[in-house]
């Protein structure tokens, strides 16, 4: 027996030399397949546009008033998807509480493997550059690399793009008329939120970013990859809980004003005739 300690491999960190191009063995449609099989769904694609609700807010709204359904053919084994009727979009999927990188990226391969064309991403996040009070949306052009999912999508750098500016534009241009002020620009994706030390901050702030959320890389990266259409919004609701009040988000905890937000980025993905 080998007693002698195991030690990695120079080229096993997260940044270290990868093939990005090469396929994975394991593959959501894998996954879906036999969670349908074991749960006995049937085979029912999503709607054409899907929301990430990392906080919960809006699902909790929906469910509250009676306007989601629970999604018959969604095989996640780990969420449940809700369906619901937005004016001037139609149906819409939403899965609430997928926070952080690793997991919105899971839900998300899924999504797009059952159906999804289009991604709308709204997370809540801390102000890091202040721009304006609280509450305020920012639709997200590029988000600071401080995660590790991103890492096994696309080689290492500092910033996860956009990867579809045409549609951010559109987005953008959707967005004027928000009652929420919209802003455009970057973000820092983190996956320890709770280290947000003064040195971090300083550099996310020195690097431009506005505020500091926990998926926008990871999602952009993948979006990168699989040029799947991925739009995030961060709902910038408090300054990390430094001053009493914070996080507020306002009516029906921001609920409104985000389905408000996802209206504006499908109304900006179908102009282009998709």
Not at 61 to 73: M, Q, V
């Amino acid at each position: 027996m080998d007693d002698k300690p195991h030690r990695a491999e120079p080229a096993w960190p997260i940044v270290g030399i990868k093939d990005h191009k090469a396929p994975s063995v394991f593959r959501p449609e894998s996954l879906l397949r036999e969670a349908r099989r074991q749960r006995q769904l049937p085979l029912v694609a999503v709607p054409e546009i899907c929301v990430l609700d990392p906080d919960g807010d809006v699902v909790r709204h929906l469910k509250r008033t009676g306007a989601g359904r629970i999604h018959e053919g969604w095989g996640c084994y780990h969420t449940e998807l809700l369906a619901f009727d937005l004016d001037g979009i139609g149906e819409v999927g939403i899965v609430g509480c997928a926070v952080g990188a690793p997991f919105a990226v899971l839900v998300a391969e899924q999504l797009f493997a059952s159906g999804c064309r289009l991604l709308v991403s709204v997370t809540s996040a801390g102000q890091i550059n202040p721009i304006g009070p609280t509450p305020y949306f920012v639709l997200i052009d590029r988000a600071l690399r401080d995660e590790g999912t991103s890492y096994h999508y696309i080689p290492g750098s500092a910033f996860a793009a956009a990867p579809d500016l045409p549609l951010l534009n559109r987005v953008e241009r959707a967005g004027r008329s928000l009652p929420e002020k919209l802003h455009r620009g970057s973000t820092w994706t983190t996956d320890a939120p709770y280290r947000e030390t003064e040195a971090a901050i300083a550099r996310a702030r020195d690097l431009g970013t506005l505020a500091v959320e926990m998926e926008a890389a990871a999602l952009y990266a993948f979006g990168t990859t699989s040029g799947n259409s991925i739009v995030c919004f961060a709902h910038v609701t408090n300054s990390m809980a430094q001053t009493e009040g914070d996080f507020e988000k306002g009516e029906a905890d921001g609920a409104k004003a985000t389905l408000a937000v996802v209206a504006a980025a499908g109304r900006g993905w179908r102009s282009s005739g998709a």
